[in-house]
């Protein structure tokens, strides 16, 4: 008898060098008749996974407390994206990565700290691009980011919005040199500035980002942000009338 019911099945080894996780995922389990001994001891049915796991995953985390992912048989350093869409995809996943996360908060990594309101959305886009290693060798979340992307020190990363200074930070080259404080002081606002204020909800599909960030580079035209290449008409449509 077969029950299609998903079963994660979590194997781990442990050596001086680190941890190595791997979690199969089956779709069912099988239900199978036992046979009992001739003493009569034995359970009348045992349960095992299907034979083939319809899907594997291996992490690494090092005893120097960074964290890989086994990818074409080679280890690559883990993205907080690909963090954030295992704790979606699966409990069991969350379960032990928090587990580790919580002892590197209590070393004092920081960093880890700060990000945790935030691993959740990093299932989808709209945040920073950061590798798990990076956390582990910064001392905040703010620094992280920072010593990642030359163009992300306009903002306190810890304290305003990430998701909108992200949206910020992707603008800022399409917007010419002289304008773009302008739009780096949009990073004190919270999304419901935004709302308030522009009429834009930076939250309503987070991969959206792009036209999002055409949204806003829109609506901040009319407060003297100027996109790159975009003649100024207005200005010439007044010469032209005088």
Known sequence: MT???????????MSLSGVRLEFSFYNGFHLKKSFRAANGVGSDFYVSPRETPQTVKEYLITADMNMYVKRNKKWIPMQLQELGVAFTDSPAI??????FINQFI??????????????????????????ANELTAAMSYDEAVKAHYQKARFADWNKNDRRLCFIIMTALPKVEEKYRDSLTALKDLTP???????????????????????????AVTSY?????????????IRKTDN
């Open 224 to 236: 003297n942000v100027r996109i790159k290449g975009m003649a100024d008409k207005n200005d010439t």
């Open 3 to 13: 029950m299609y019911v998903p079963v994660t099945e979590v194997l781990y080894d």
């Open 106 to 131: 209590k070393m004092k990594k920081n960093a880890w700290k700060d990000v945790l309101p935030s691993l959740d959305d990093y299932a989808v886009s709209g945040l920073p691009k950061l590798a």
């Open 94 to 99: 969350k379960e032990m990565f928090m587990f």
């Open 192 to 218: 419901d500035d935004m709302i308030d204020m522009y009429g834009i909800d930076i939250t309503e599909n987070k991969n959206r980002t792009y036209s999002i960030v055409e949204s806003v580079l829109t």
